[in-house]
């Protein structure tokens, strides 16, 4: 009895027809687990312990005819998310012990909607990385290719999800970080608007650009997770006040006559001739789901990355600084304050944090604020402007997710700067804190995913993951798994 | 050479919300180390602050009666630095665009009104304590007081003397306890003080380089350490020497400042707009909401205390400087209609025994019908000066009734004319010699008239009717 490459809904169906418990089935994930895990290393933590007497619970309430959305449903959470009393370490060093007294808003959520954990995934430094490889305890493997990243930030969930080491998972986004290792992986990943979903307990990377989203293997269970995590949160001051409508059920909404817009910056240099194929031959299903593909233009897109690399990591420089040794984490023993300061953030960070902090530092000083973080405000004012025009014109815009498939571990980690332009579809959706959604849309010469972007306005994810799911009926790739 | 200093200050109060300004601890004052601490305001990973709007109530509050400008929209900025009292590495505070800027506080100056102009009035964060081992190279870090709200009111260098300096802070004082916001207590640290001084020739138009003076936790600091510092620059001046720009410490043992770092070591906060928090709308409705709210504010009271009573200015500059000694006057005026004895009174007797306490009219047994039921036995001549203020210190300490004391203490005046003038005329028929010396001119001999008769009556006479029959029979034959 195969349940890894389930859905959320399909196993809903089957936990509430009794063809299985969740007992079973969190057994079932753990012993997969056990057999896969040692060659994916998806996850940091395993809470075995704590998904079974979950399951237990959960199949009582199965037997009391509860129902909960995701009673029983074993996920995986990206470990940036804080679970209380479960080890949250952000792939760090600096937080390798710390276990947190509070749960974040959207794991109060999953539980209120009957949700089990089986562990926390890994995922690059404080999520600062696009390969998962800038985890400072061991890369995560891509399930297509072992011997490539499973993209990143949340390489860790995405992976668990492409694996079938869960059912689905939690990610985090601020540059891309749940759709391109969505793209890598071959699994559906959304980036919601910036405050659709409350970041309360999600550790803080760059706050005006965080955004925590589903991953998993249908376009439907995104809307079924995005269903249960949104809405506002009186612990987070940028969560939205705004009504969550019924995603599940606007699936199948009508979208016959809408526009799609393709942006003529997207498609220049860097860009892999495999992945612009994938991408025009996917504005042909488009066109065949009854849309009108045109070209439309974001102008300021080409400054994306220069605006982000200050803005994240200027926020990042601040964010970071609660990481002193004093309270709680990791702390090396000094001479006097300063002397016990350096010690805990040089030996606590890895490098790629330490560069970010440098740089956010850097551009928030006295003297080159206005040059830098002022500046790429202005940009990014300009950006999210670029979109306001563009979405007059037309209700979606779609791209690539990344230039190109999964790359070999090791491959880029020696220039920061080529690792920073795997981000450069992704980027702009954050810095104008509208929708994105990553969705499988080809497979390469070599077999590997590769993803669609769709994107829509603020507030818009209803639209998008209607388009996101007729799009994904119509292809049928969601049927495909790696051979592990 | 005349010089004049430039004085500018930089004043935090403390805030009497219920609850912190990012999270909902307490804020109440001396409770154990780290139990008044959460997740939020103890910087745990992934916690994010949320606005006590209270607090905003109250920047509102301060702003009206400042007369400064409330601005539609304010932000939030990080402060950023590392020390161990800051949990999350910055502090939350405002930058450039604060809740408020411009207004001003009116202080007496001679007999003159000078107006204080403010830059701005901001909302932020208090730090936590340090605790420092007295055995041991060891600190402890007390959160409690981290996210207690504050308001920072920063004044223009319109400031010319350490007297102006303390009438503005005493002003600011009474501002903020009238409105019920801020306690004031500067030993306490919920109202702390910095200054901003740098001194030119008097007629000079220029600024000199201006000092920050830290660590002034009272009014009589604020004086002494801003009147070291006027000597210390003049000095440094007329010797031709140079004035550096730095942050000095009030050493209050030695009443000297010292150098606490200079100016290139001095922080980039390296401030930027905080992500977590939205941009703080103000809109006319809640301003008028807060207008409704506020009480007649000193400045108003003295002059209705000035018009309504025929107080002179000075009476009723120390009267209004708490608005609870403020109530205490009118309430005995409404009993006892003569608001010059009441106000003598209360600038003597009341205040001295309040200042010595540290205590507020409210906290103490003294109320208004006890205090004007004194003032009226002393009217009707029913005790002697003295005697009332022996009176008013046992009415103070136990809050029993004037009448009843002076009943118990056999404090009672003798008045009777008849009664007393025939003590006089005994003394005056024992004493020839003094008489004798009386008539030959020797007036002062009265005294010793006097004297006798209070000692003959256990000084219950009352010196006026004595005086007077004295008078008359040393005047006679």
């Known amino acids: 009895m195969s349940c890894f490459w389930d859905s959320l809904l399909s196993l809903r169906e089957r936990l509430a027809k009794k063809e299985l418990s969740s007992q079973e089935l969190v057994k079932h994930f753990f012993e997969r687990i056990k057999e896969v895990e040692p060659k994916v290393r998806a996850y940091i933590t395993l809470t075995e312990e704590g998904a079974l007497a979950q399951a237990k619970e959960a199949d009582k309430a199965l037997a009391a005819g509860e129902n909960k959305p995701l009673l029983g449903i074993p996920l995986a959470i990206k470990d940036n998310i804080c679970i209380r009393g479960v080890r949250t370490t952000c792939a760090s060093r600096m937080l390798e012990n710390f276990v947190p007294t509070y749960n974040a808003t959207v794991i109060e959520r999953l539980r209120d909607a009957g949700a089990i954990f089986l562990g926390k995934t890994n995922l690059d430094e404080f999520a600062m990385g696009s390969s998962t490889e800038n985890s400072a305890f061991f890369p995560t493997h891509n399930p297509w290719d072992l011997e490539r990243v499973p993209g990143g930030s949340s390489g860790g969930s995405a992976a668990a999800v492409a694996a079938g080491l869960c059912a689905g998972a939690l990610g985090s986004d601020t540059g891309g970080s749940i759709r391109q290792p969505a793209s890598f992986c071959g699994v559906v990943g959304l980036k919601p608007t910036y405050g659709r979903v409350s970041r309360y307990g999600l550790v803080a990377f760059a706050s005006s650009l965080d955004q925590i989203g589903p991953l998993t293997r249908t376009v439907a269970d995104t809307a079924l997770l995005l269903q249960v995590i949104a809405g506002p949160d009186n612990r987070d001051s940028t969560c939205v006040d705004q009504e969550v409508p019924d995603y599940l059920a606007a699936l199948d909404m009508d979208l016959k006559g809408c526009k799609v817009g393709v ?17 025009e031959a996917s504005l042909e299903v488009m066109r065949d789901l009854g849309l009108e593909v045109k070209e439309v233009s974001l102008p300021h897109s080409p400054y994306a990355i220069a605006a982000y690399y200050i803005i994240a990591p200027a926020e990042a420089s601040s964010n970071l600084a609660r990481y002193d040794g004093v309270k709680y984490g990791f702390r090396a023993e000094g001479k006097d304050l300063l002397d016990m300061y350096k010690k805990t953030r040089s030996q606590g960070f890895g490098p790629e944090v330490k560069r970010r902090i440098m740089i956010g530092t850097y551009a928030l000083s006295a003297g080159y604020y206005d040059a830098y973080y002022k500046k790429a405000s202005q940009v990014r004012t300009l950006i999210t402007k670029d979109f306001a025009e563009a979405f007059k014109e037309v209700d979606f815009v779609l791209g690539p997710v990344a230039p190109s498939p999964a790359f070999k571990i090791g491959e880029r980690t020696a220039d920061p700067l080529e690792m920073y332009l795997s981000d450069i579809y992704t980027i702009s959706v954050n810095l104008a804190g509208i929708v994105g959604l990553s969705l499988p849309c080809a497979f390469s010469e070599k077999g590997l995913p590769i993803g669609l972007q769709i994107m829509g306005p603020h507030f818009s994810e209803e639209r998008v993951l209607a388009l996101g799911h007729q799009f994904e009926r119509a292809l049928g790739l969601f049927k495909q798994h790696p051979g592990l | 050479m005349q010089f ?10 403390q805030l009497t919300t219920a609850s912190k300004i990012f999270c909902s601890c307490s804020t109440a004052f001396g409770a154990a180390p780290n139990t008044h601490v959460c997740e939020v305001c103890m910087a745990a990973p992934g916690t ?31 402060k950023n630095y590392f020390y161990p009292d800051l949990p999350k590495g910055y502090q939350i505070s405002q930058y450039d665009l604060p809740i408020a800027t411009g ?4 202080i007496e100056v001679g007999s003159q009104t000078k107006r204080i102009r403010l830059v701005r009035i901001h909302m932020e964060e208090d730090a936590g304590k340090l605790i420092h081992d007295e055995h041991r190279p060891v600190s402890f870090v007390d959160f409690n007081r981290t996210g207690v709200p504050l308001l920072e009111i920063v004044s223009e260098p319109d400031i010319r003397s350490p007297e102006e300096a303390v009438a503005y802070l005493k002003k600011l004082r009474a501002i903020l306890r009238y409105l019920e916001i801020c306690d004031g207590n500067m030993e306490e640290g919920s109202l702390r003080c910095d200054a901003n001084i740098s001194i030119r020739p008097l007629g000079s138009k220029e600024l000199g380089t201006k000092v920050e003076l830290k660590n002034m936790n009272s009014f009589k600091h604020v004086q002494r350490a801003l009147e070291y510092e006027i000597r210390r620059q003049t000095a440094l001046y007329l010797d031709g020497k140079e004035i550096i720009q730095e942050t000095r410490l009030f050493d209050v043992e030695k009443g000297v400042t010292v150098s606490m770092r200079g100016k290139e070591e001095a922080h980039d906060y390296r401030y930027f707009p905080d992500p977590d928090l939205v941009p703080l709308k103000v809109d006319d409705q809640w301003v008028e909401d807060i207008r409704q709210t506020l009480p007649e504010l000193p400045d108003v009271k003295k002059e209705r205390f000035m018009k309504e009573y025929g107080l002179p200015a000075y009476d009723a500059e120390i009267i209004i400087s708490s608005r609870h000694l403020a109530e205490f ?7 006892f209609p003569k608001p010059k004895i009441v106000s003598n009174w209360i600038m003597t007797e009341v205040l001295r025994e309040l200042n010595r306490e540290g205590k507020e009219i409210h906290e103490t047994k003294l109320t208004p019908e006890l205090f004007t039921e004194l003032l009226k036995l002393l009217e009707d001549n029913v005790i002697s000066s003295t005697a009332a203020k022996k009176v008013f210190s046992e009415v103070y300490k136990t809050g029993k009734r004037p009448a009843q004391i002076v009943e118990e203490q056999g404090l ?40 006798q008769v209070m000692r003959e009556t256990k000084g219950k006479a009352n010196p006026k009717v004595v005086n007077k029959l004295l008078t008359e029979l040393l005047e006679s034959e």
Request: charged content about 25%.
């Open chain 2, 103 to 106: 207004g001003y506080i009116q």
């Open chain 2, 329 to 335: 006057f009118e309430a005995c005026v409404k009993i």
């Open chain 2, 412 to 451: 009672r005046q003798e008045s009777d004319e008849e009664t007393l003038r025939a003590i006089c005329q005994k003394l005056v028929k024992e004493h020839p010699k003094e008489v004798e010396k009386y008539r030959s001119g020797k007036k002062g001999v009265i005294g010793f008239f006097v004297g």
């Open chain 1, 263 to 279: 942006p003529k910056e997207y498609f220049g240099q860097g860009l892999s001739q495999e992945v612009a194929q994938a991408i």
């Open chain 2, 48 to 78: 994010l602050p949320v606005l006590n709007k209270k607090v905003v109530d109250y920047a509102i509050k301060l702003a009206l009666a400042t007369n400064a400008t409330i601005h539609p929209v304010a932000v939030f900025a990080r």
């Open chain 2, 4 to 13: 004049e200093a430039v004085i500018g200050l930089e004043v935090h109060a």
